[in-house]
């Protein structure tokens, strides 16, 4: 994954992905679950919750190991996540 928009002079970042919840996770509080377990702050930039389906456009601010984590535990999970390209929902 790129770094290039991540602030080096802080130590914080900004990063921005979809994530994409399989039908089974669709109703569970995984964003909510994120946020008591790591270190960040996070603002929901868009979202399409079916019943068969999740998308949801998430923006995540801390540090790059941070979000690191969370996007690895978000994948544990079973959520697909995919960066979105800078400027896309800005």
């Known amino acids: 994954m790129t770094r290039s928009r991540r602030r080096a002079a802080t130590g914080k970042s900004r990063e921005k992905f979809y994530l994409t919840y399989p039908k089974q996770l669709v109703k569970e509080p995984l964003i ?10 996070f603002n929901v930039r868009g979202a399409s919750v079916s019943e068969e389906v999740g998308i949801i456009a998430l923006e995540l601010d801390g540090s790059p190991a941070e979000i690191d984590r969370a996007v690895t535990w978000f994948r544990e999970q079973g ?12």
């Open 79 to 90: 959520v697909f996540v995919e960066p979105i390209e800078k400027n896309v929902i800005e």
């Open 32 to 41: 909510y679950q994120m946020s008591r377990q790591f270190e960040l702050v």
